[in-house]
């Protein structure tokens, strides 16, 4: 692996851009969406910007019933999209309830995929206190689930250290092979790309292969990016404001984490990180980031001499 000083994108001639272009075209090649329970006219907005299939993470939001995540999902699936919700384990009082939750989203919005998180109550409603033990209670199996999403964090988390998270990780993963289910890994969102790096290179060095989808922040602005990062427990580090603020480029009057895909993407050329592709939460709204994910997947950006990339306005 090259030393984590070599990240930033390598800027010389012409065709040295031409790479960098085809290296983040690669890396966005197959992205996927975030989004809080779109409603109609945003699901319908992203029609007119991304054909389906398209992979859209449904957040489980703690203060909202969880009807609205199933209505959300219904709306994404009758669009022809995929809905990916997430599963707070800790959020369900009992085994029946999370049962009932999941028959529903497999049988009226298609579900065939979710990401298990424990959740963030500090004491569980029910009987679940960890990802792994609904994992390993059979229930997502019932309801034909093949594949499941686990929670990764390259900048660590708040409250967990980092021992334990690798521990949990690597039961998550061993516990759904023996049940046979597939497992993904989505990071929580990053300011730099260092960490990020350096995270999928011990996640390899430890022979784990899964695919790892590199959470981001989408389109948004720096205020809204604090107030999230605050409300996630992510580390927002002045050099990584920094990079986000000062490097990025404008999009409608937002800021997008060019600097950070590019030098992913040069590190991703270089490394060979495996199977890797980018989770964009849509903090500053769905429809521009589906918009900027869309132009960079097609490769309508322009690599610059600061490290970053200019996005070509819409067709």
């Not at 065709?15 to 966005?28: G, K, N, V, W």
Request: with cysteine.
């Amino acid at each position: 692996m090259a030393p984590l000083t070599a990240l930033k994108p390598r800027m010389s001639s012409e065709a040295s851009l031409a790479d960098a272009t085809q290296r983040i075209t690669a890396l966005a090649h197959g992205w996927s969406l975030e989004a809080t329970l779109p409603n109609d006219k945003e699901v319908a907005l992203l029609g007119t910007i991304v054909t389906p299939p398209l992979q859209v993470y449904l957040s489980a939001v703690p203060t909202r019933d969880p009807a609205e995540q199933i209505a959300a999902a219904v709306r994404l699936h009758r669009a022809g999209y995929a809905p990916v919700p997430h599963v707070a384990v800790r959020n369900f009082a009992t085994t029946e309830a999370l049962d009932s939750f999941l028959g529903t989203m497999a049988c009226d919005a298609g579900v065939r995929r979710v990401l298990v998180i424990a959740g963030d109550r500090d004491q569980p409603a029910g009987p679940f206190r960890s990802a792994v033990e609904a994992i390993d209670s059979g229930v997502m199996q019932r309801h034909g689930i093949g594949k499941i999403d686990i929670a990764g964090y390259p900048a660590g988390h708040p409250r967990i250290p980092e021992q334990e998270l690798d521990r949990a990780l690597a039961e998550k993963i061993e516990i759904a092979a023996q049940i046979g289910i597939a497992v993904e890994i989505v990071t929580q969102f990053c300011f730099e790309p260092e960490p990020i790096v350096a995270w999928i290179a011990r996640l390899r060095d430890f022979g784990i292969d899964n695919p790892v989808r590199i959470g981001l922040a989408g389109p948004t602005n720096i205020a809204t990016l604090l107030r999230y990062a605050r409300r996630c427990g992510v580390r927002a580090s002045a050099q990584g404001l920094a990079r986000q603020s000062g490097l990025a480029r404008q999009l409608f009057g937002m800021s997008a984490p060019d600097a950070i895909v590019r030098a992913l993407a040069d590190a991703h050329g270089r490394d060979h990180l495996g199977d890797v592709a980018l989770h964009l939460f849509s903090f500053g709204g769905i429809v521009a980031t589906a918009r900027w994910a869309r132009a960079v997947g097609e490769g309508r950006i322009t690599p610059d001499a600061t490290g970053g990339f200019q996005v070509a306005p819409p067709p």
